[in-house]
């Protein structure tokens, strides 16, 4: 059996999973939800969750929601509009939600976290029990970064990354099996003949030289990037937990990575 298959099998035994999905995967150019995509995202968790699953959803697309609603064309840039498109954006967004999964039969829970949320002891454990409880009750946690106060993460460029790294975060404290970062690529890629790409099926580790495969980059709607990702991924994977980098734009993608086909790119956990 080749590695990469190999690798995946684990994957059907995932019990606790945090799907992070980006702004480009939910969002239409204009930054307006594209609720086509996060009918079908839903679909898959709410299948996820019947199948003795517990699923964490980081969500990102506020600001972008709000953006829309405001008519703005591009990403702000001064603190005040940012946290403003984030206020507007984020009810909107969790709205969404709520009518997609209560469709289902499946209750949702918004969690708002910030940096300093993970630095602080007593915080990190009102999240944690928090989040442990929604997940006992069968109610799936919705995470957002909290934009509208996180000003000291904005001021000084330390926000979560389009909410990869809160994504990391989320899954050492609630001890995830497995974190999926949806995207609108297929996975890591490396540079193949003729000028084109290939994408990679597996990384062991995550190494100096993999970083220099990639580009971070952003869009008008986002801040992350493939670079972002491999950095969050890293700090999962020194937790104990596998991830897998895939696209969330291919049909009943969680599924496939649930059951081991070879799809996006699976990162090795680090042995702990």
Do not use: W
């Not at 540079?191 to 290939?198: A, K, L, Q, V």
Request: aromatic share 2%; charged share 25%; proline share 3%.
């Amino acid at each position: 059996m080749k590695k990469s298959l190999r690798y995946r099998e684990a994957l059907r035994d995932a019990r606790r999973i945090v799907v992070k999905i980006g702004t480009r995967v939910l969002a239409q150019k204009s930054g307006r939800p594209d609720t086509r995509r996060m009918a079908g995202l839903a679909r898959q968790v709410a299948q996820l969750q019947r199948d003795g699953r517990e699923v964490l959803i980081v969500t990102s697309g506020a600001i972008g929601a709000g953006m829309e609603a405001l008519r703005m064309k591009e990403r702000p840039t001064a603190l005040p509009d940012l946290q403003m498109a984030a206020a507007v954006g984020q009810s909107r967004l969790m709205a969404r939600y709520d009518k997609l999964f209560s469709g289902l039969g499946c209750i949702v829970g918004q969690v708002l976290l910030t940096h300093g949320d993970f630095r602080h002891k007593i915080r990190l454990t009102n999240a944690r029990r928090t989040l442990e409880n929604l997940l006992r009750h069968k109610v799936i946690p919705i995470i957002n970064e909290n934009d509208v106060v996180a000003d000291e993460e904005i001021r000084a460029d330390l926000s979560l990354g389009d909410n990869d790294y809160l994504a990391a975060l989320v899954v050492k404290v609630v001890r995830a099996d497995l974190l999926v970062l949806l995207t609108t690529v297929d996975g890591v890629r490396e540079p193949g003949p003729n000028g084109s790409t290939r994408r990679i099926r597996y990384l062991e580790a995550i190494t100096p030289s993999v970083f220099k495969l990639v580009r971070d980059s952003e869009s008008r709607l986002s801040k992350g990037g493939m670079a972002s990702k491999l950095s969050s991924v890293l700090v999962a994977t020194k937790a104990g937990c596998a991830a897998v980098i895939a696209s969330g734009l291919e049909q009943g993608i969680l599924q496939r990575v649930i059951r081991g086909e070879d799809v996006g790119t699976i990162i090795l956990p680090e042995a702990i």
